[in-house]
């Protein structure tokens, strides 16, 4: 039966395989059988390279490096290079016999480092490879003194050092920032994962505009200020800056480096400051307009006394019957409005000559609510009051102390009205007041709440602003705050404030005690229904 031509075709290459195949032996032992070709190999290589007969160790072949080290064929290679009467402690190459798999090693030999490579060749040889390291780890042993100078000088600074590799998430910080973090070195391990979870929020938006400016090319540098949440649930400020040092193969930022700070305390010092300026800006505001207000308080006064008597004239002239005298009383009841802005404006421009003298601030809180409680009551307002009796006298001017107490109590009662129409439960006013201690002084802090609309946070700077008021026409003249932070810091106090807009409004006026008269802090007096519901 003839032969399928597809099948002879077969035949053949399978036999051309089988020659090639038994070719190989002698292909591998070309480096062996042909020196002039091995030789050129071998002196092209770095370092001394050595082909070695498997199990002896014996040279076949060997560079111009290593026939300088007398490393030349029929010699053992420990013998040579490594001037050795048994093969080295070090030596992999029957680790490479066994596995027919590359190995290396690095070692130190008479101060000097050198690395070893061993490389199957065929079933009988293998080459090895030595170079002399000692300039690279010299190179290295420097390199890490200067980054371990480099980061003790930063750390006396306060700055630490981030790594950052976008693709995977994966960053490594230094022990500096475990302990700003209030962990322990290798107590914790960060990612940026961990960094998303304890980022600030409101930082979110920062760090992805400084990101998206600084690969668009529009800073110089990846740089920003960010809050981020510690072991113990404080949050800190942290500076953080650095650059792109690495892309990968389509040109996307690979690997970040950077520093970072903890700025915490120059962030609250900020604060401080910025909030000292507010404050002196505030009280400029307040000086110059009661030098204003208390000339216009002059000019008005004696016209609006005359327009008074006069429709007064009239009224008492007058059929009660008639119009005009509905037309004089509306005159007297808005001269009497007029007045009593004069009086206000003539108090903020601080005429009053009532002198300093010692009160306690119990009397001055009971004084005050005499005057208003029947008002707040008409109202279903409840004042709770907690003002110990015994608290140590101020020397101040008591009037105008009511006076600003009047002022904050008569606001917690609009802002309660605004909130509830009728009775609520959470109507309620608390007056309280206490000792603390500031810049090594007594003071008496004395704080009015209520649970009203708060204050809307866009009008906070302008709280204390002369004329500025938030009510209607007839209800007030946006002169009660300003006047009374006046009088407060004629007393070398300070009025602040605190609110959460719908929620809740407290404002608390601090008076410095006397250095002299700290010592009546354990005075027992006559108690003055100092507590107690209004």
């Not at 001017?397 to 802002?415: E, G, H, K, P, Y």
């Not at 603390?436 to 709280?463: C, H, M, N, Q, Y």
Request: aromatic fraction near 8%.
């Amino acid at each position: 039966m003839a032969q399928n031509p597809t099948d002879k075709a077969l035949e053949k290459k399978v036999e051309e395989l089988e020659q090639k195949e038994d070719k190989r032996p002698e292909t591998d032992k070309g480096l062996e059988t042909k020196p002039g070709m091995r030789d050129v190999l071998l002196d092209n290589l770095p370092g001394i390279a050595l082909i070695l007969k498997k199990g002896t160790r014996e040279i076949v072949a060997s560079n111009l490096s290593a026939k300088h080290a007398d490393a030349v064929p029929g010699k053992k290679c420990f013998e040579t290079v490594a001037r050795r009467n048994a093969p080295c402690p070090f030596c992999l190459a029957p680790q490479l016999w066994s596995t027919d798999n590359p190995q290396q090693k690095e070692v130190e030999n008479g101060g000097k480092y050198f690395k070893g490579i061993w490389v199957p060749l065929n079933e009988e040889l293998y080459v090895h490879y030595i170079f002399d390291i000692s300039a690279q780890k010299r190179a290295e042993a420097m390199l890490r003194e200067s980054e371990k100078k480099l980061r003790l000088s930063l750390a006396g600074s306060g700055v630490s050092f981030w790594e950052w590799f976008p693709e995977n998430g994966d960053i490594y910080f230094d022990e500096h920032w475990a302990k700003i973090m209030g962990f322990e070195p290798g107590d914790m391990t960060f990612d940026f994962k961990w960094w998303e979870r304890n980022v600030h929020p409101t930082s979110k938006p920062v760090f992805e505009k400084a990101l998206k400016d600084y690969l668009e090319g529009k800073k110089p540098r990846y740089e920003l200020e960010y809050q981020i949440r510690t072991k113990t649930g404080e949050w800190k400020w942290i500076w953080a800056a650095g650059e792109c040092v690495e892309y990968n193969h389509k040109g996307a930022p690979y690997r970040f480096l950077g520093t970072h700070r903890d700025i915490t305390e120059q962030k609250q010092l900020q604060n401080k400051v910025h909030k000292q300026e507010v404050a002196l800006r505030q009280a400029q505001r307040v000086e110059s307009i009661g030098t204003l207000a208390g000339g216009v308080a002059h000019e008005i006064n004696n016209p609006i006394n005359s327009i008074m008597n006069y429709a007064q004239l009239i009224k008492d002239k007058t059929a009660k019957e008639s119009s005009l005298t509905g037309y004089a009383s509306e005159i007297i009841h808005e001269t009497e409005r007029v007045a009593v802005i004069v009086r206000n404006l003539l108090m903020f421009a601080r005429q009053d000559k009532e002198s300093h003298t010692p009160s306690r601030i119990v009397d001055i809180v009971t004084s005050t609510l005499s005057l208003i409680q029947t008002i707040v009551r008409t109202d279903q307002i409840t004042i709770n009051v907690n003002v110990p009796d015994d608290l140590p006298k101020l020397t101040c001017r008591s009037q105008q102390l009511q006076q600003v107490l009047m002022n904050l109590i008569t606001n917690a009662r609009d802002a309660l009205n605004d909130k509830y129409s009728g009775y609520n439960e959470n109507k309620i006013i608390v007056i309280n007041s206490k000792l603390f201690e500031k810049e090594s002084r007594t003071w008496i802090r004395t704080t009015v709440e209520d649970r009203g609309v708060g204050i809307d946070p866009a009008l906070t700077d302008r709280i204390f602003d002369p004329f500025f008021t938030t009510k209607g026409r007839l209800s007030g003249t946006g002169l009660g705050l300003s006047i009374s932070y006046g009088i407060v810091k004629d007393h070398h106090g300070e009025l602040t404030f605190e609110s959460e807009f719908g929620r809740y409004t407290k404002f608390h006026m601090d008076l410095p005690l006397a250095d002299d008269r700290n010592i009546e802090k354990k005075m027992k007096l006559p108690a003055a229904s100092g507590r107690g519901i209004w």
